[in-house]
Structures are given as C-alpha cells and as structure tokens.
C-alpha cells in the first residue's frame, strides 16, 4: 500500500462511495442470482463488484475492479463461489488509485464464525473508531470505512454472532444500508434513520435482500416489504426474525435517491422513483414556466422529469439530445480533464428537433456545472433559439457524507455561485431549480418540516440528520486525521 495512497485519502479528507448491495439465502443458484441482482444495481457503483458466498460452512469470495458483467456473468459463476447462501457488492470509490483489498463484501473469521458484509453508506465516526481500534490491537487490511464493523464485532465481548453484530452496529453513526452474511444466517441492518434503502424479496422461497426493487425484478422476484429504518432483520432456515437495535426515532430517507441515484424503475422508500421523478418535473413547470416551444430531456437522468415538466406545462416533449449508451455516468470519472471529454462522448444534439426552437432543457441535478455548460453549448450550436435550464432538484449546495459521492463544496457550483451567475456561467436564458418544499410534495409531503424535516437533504440544505464525528475532528485539527503517514 502506496504512502501516496494514504495522503490521497487524507487529503479528500473523507470516504466516497456509491454501492449496491445484494443477498440470498438458500438457494442453489446463489451466487449467480446475486451476480445478476449486483448487474441490476450497476448504476449505483461501477469501479469494482465482489460476491462472497457460503456452502456448509466454507466461505468462498472474489472481488474484481470492473463491472459485474466483465466478471461475474460466466456461466461458472456458481461452480467458483459455491453454496446457496451469498451477499454481492457494487463499489464506486474515489479512494486515490484502485484498491482491490477496499472492494467488498469484507470477510473476516472471528471467534464465533465467518462473517461477511456488505455496506451501501457511510460510516462517519469510522476513522475516530479505527484508531481506538488500532490502539487496542486491531491490525486493518483495508481503508475502507466499513472494516471498522468487522472489527468491533470481532472484539465484542458479546457472546453470540447477532449480540456481536448487535453491538457493533450500535457503535456506528452515519448511513448504513448492510447485508451480511454468516454460515447459517443472512442478516439485513438499516441505519436508525434508513437514510439508504434495503428492501426484502422472495425468489421461489429464498429470502432476498438488496438495495432496490430493480435488483428484485432482473431475477422474477417478488418484493417483500422494505427493511424499516432502525431494523435488523435475521434470515434462517426457520425465517425472518426482526429486532431493533436502535432508539425509535424518525426516518430521513435519503431525497437524491430519488431525484438521481435509484434506478427509475426502482421503488425505494415505498414509492415509485418514476412516479416521484415526473411529479417533481409537473412541480417545476408549476414553479418555473418556460416561454418554450419544445421541453427536452437530458437523458437518461432528466427524462422522467422532462416528461412531468411538459405535461405539467402542455408543451410538446422531444428527445433532442441523444445519448451513446455505451459510456459511463459522466460523473463517475476519476479527473476534470476525463470528465469534460466524458460529456462529449456521452451526449449529441438532435438538430432535426432543436434547430429554430425555443428550447426547455431539463436535468436532474447541477453539481459541478460540467454537464450544463457542455450541454447549452451543444444544443445552441444545433440551432436552438433560446435555451431555458430547468433542474429537478434544489441547488446541490453541501457534500454528501452518508453514501452519495458528491465533490467537496468548494467545487460544488451551487456553493459559489447564486443564480444569476450560475446563469450566466451556463449561458442560458433563464435557469430554475425546483424548490426544496417542491422536492418534498413530489415525495409525497406537504412541504418540508423545518422542525423535523422529513427525509434527508442534507446536500441541498446542509443539515446533517447525524453527528459527523470524524470531521468536526478533521476540520480543525488536520492531524486527528484517519490515516497518519506511515512510518
Ligand atoms: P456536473 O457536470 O458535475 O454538474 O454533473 C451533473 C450531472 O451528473 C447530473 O445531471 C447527474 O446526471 C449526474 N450526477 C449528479 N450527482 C451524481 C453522483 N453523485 N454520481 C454520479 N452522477 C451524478
């Protein structure tokens, strides 16, 4: 492990990841029901995907950078990762250069067992964990936020594997959508807060747990219900057995799931991303009417919007950017210089529908401002007459710390710049984001409760629904950093 690697992490100063996580138990084709379930959930990580499975009691784990597709989809899949118990993993990191030892699901033999996990979140008091942990003893093969879980179960004084994981889990603050995986159990923990989504399905029998519906769906099983926040669920061979681990309070689920990060065909939270994704472009086009003659999408992400943006405005709908389905999200690119060719790569103007026409661009979010600024230039340089921004999310003001990769806030464009500027740096004619209280009704809310806000929007509002106990260490006292050089 490269010093360069350390300072890399140090520097960003926290983890990033995107996941998908995945599991089943008891069931003859495990491995590959979850190889195919982890290819459903591609868009919520794509550096590296891992599967660790379970046959009587002998683990079985590979972990690849790459996508699922470059290395789970051959037919040996289950003769390689034997068993009928198994828990998959998509990663999406920033963590400095590739680092296979970060990609999950973990593994560690404690003195009860095997134990296996997979995370979807963050752990924000994981770096003041790891060092009372490294103080004690504990020796980390990884940089990976979710090692500390490993750690504290394995050194539990608890006796049994559930006490173990029990205390554990309460021992963590952040986000925590988990999977895991022990000789005879498959168990499922959200966050007190259900911040990320975890849902339960059935496949002829077999208890299924993953991130989201879609992952349900590639396989033909049946949606079950969602883990609650705050549950613990353990599957045996005798069923599923619920516990609460955590005090009751609220749930804060996360909004950017569904305005970005789920799938559209996906129900997260008990509600249809589609369905939420059109009802904000209708609360837009009420908001922030356009003087347009034609609302176009820019695909995938902003079509579901654009859609509700031009019923909700009777104007007519077209597909005037097209996308090249063979490049990755733009966002996910390592550097700036990557990620402008990125755009261009990805998105071409449809001249046939734009030339002449007063134009309604809608996007889902603006974050660095790349998109935006390579978009507008795109379509007016295929004829558009004006061009009108329309974002189906409030500024994305604040960094995520709970699981979505967001950049730091300094190089979030919202944070420095107001509208008029963002406007003027995107070249367009008018620009309009949706309200946050907009964001809330299309999520089935009144408006946002400022007293106990409803979901978790913490990068449109910047506040936090939990303590973020690394960085208020991290912010003024660099050298509590997680990670000191090595010695
Ligand atoms: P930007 O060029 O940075 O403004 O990128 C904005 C676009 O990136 C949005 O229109 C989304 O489609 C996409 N996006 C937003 N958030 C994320 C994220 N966390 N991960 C990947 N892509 C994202």
């Not at 559930?162 to 168990?187: C, K, N, P």
């Not at 219900?225 to 599923?240: F, H």
């Not at 809310?445 to 509002?461: L, M, V």
Request: with cysteine.
């Amino acid at each position: 492990m490269s010093t360069t690697r350390l300072y890399d992490i140090r520097e960003d100063d926290r983890f990033h990841d995107e996941c998908g996580v995945f599991g089943v138990h008891r069931n003859g084709g495990a491995a590959a029901l979850t190889a195919l379930g982890l290819h459903a959930l591609q868009h919520r990580g794509q550096e590296a995907a891992g599967i660790v499975s379970c046959n009587g009691g002998t683990f079985h784990a590979e972990r690849h950078m790459g996508l699922v597709s470059d290395n789970f989809t051959s037919a040996d899949v289950i003769q390689r990762l034997k068993g009928d118990c198994a828990i998959g993993h998509n990663r999406y990191s920033t963590t400095g250069e590739p680092a296979l030892h970060n990609v999950q699901p973990l593994f560690a033999e404690t003195a009860v067992g095997g134990f296996a996990v997979a995370h979807n979140g963050n752990i924000t008091n994981a770096r003041k964990l790891r060092s009372s942990l490294r103080e004690t003893g504990s020796i980390f093969q990884s940089t990976s936020d979710t090692e500390v879980l490993l750690h504290l179960l394995a050194t539990s004084p608890k006796s049994s594997m559930i006490e173990r994981f029990v205390d554990a889990v309460r021992q963590i603050e952040g986000a925590f959508a988990l999977v895991a995986l022990t000789r005879s159990m498959l168990i499922g923990c959200r966050d007190a807060l259900g911040i990320r989504p975890l849902v339960i399905g059935d496949f002829e029998g077999s208890f299924i747990l993953t991130s989201e519906t879609c992952a349900l769906d590639i396989i033909g099983a049946r949606y079950v219900r969602d883990v609650e926040p705050g549950e613990m669920v353990i599957i045996t061979e005798s069923g599923i057995e619920s516990l609460r681990p955590f005090p009751d309070t609220a749930s804060r689920f996360c909004l950017f799931e569904y305005v970005y990060f789920a799938r559209p065909d996906s129900a997260v939270g008990g509600l249809d991303v589609y369905d939420v994704r059109k009802a904000i472009g209708a609360e837009l086009a009420r908001e922030a009417p356009a003087p347009a003659d034609v609302v176009i999408p820019v695909p995938d992400s902003g079509t579901p919007a654009a859609i509700g943006y031009a019923e909700g405005s009777a104007l007519p709908f077209d597909l005037g950017i097209i996308r090249n389905h063979y490049v990755g999200r733009t966002f996910i690119e390592p550097t700036d210089q990557i990620r402008h060719m990125g755009v261009k790569l990805k998105h071409n103007a449809n001249r046939a529908v734009i030339a002449g026409k007063r134009v309604v661009l809608v996007d889902d979010s603006i974050v660095r401002g790349t998109t935006s600024l390579k978009i507008v230039q795109m379509v007016r340089e295929a004829g558009a007459t004006e061009v009108h921004m329309r974002i189906a999310s409030p500024p994305t003001r604040d960094s995520c710390f709970y699981g979505v990769n967001t950049p730091e806030k300094s190089k979030l464009i919202a944070s420095r710049m107001d509208l008029d500027a963002l406007s003027r740096y995107i070249r367009v004619d008018s620009l309009a984001f949706i309200s946050i209280d907009g964001l809330y009704r299309a999520a089935g809310e009144q408006s946002r409760d400022p007293a106990k806000p409803q979901y978790c929007d913490a990068c449109f509002t910047g506040e936090y629904p939990t303590t973020l106990t690394d960085r208020a260490a991290v912010k003024p006292a660099p050298q509590l950093s997680f990670l000191e050089p090595s010695h």
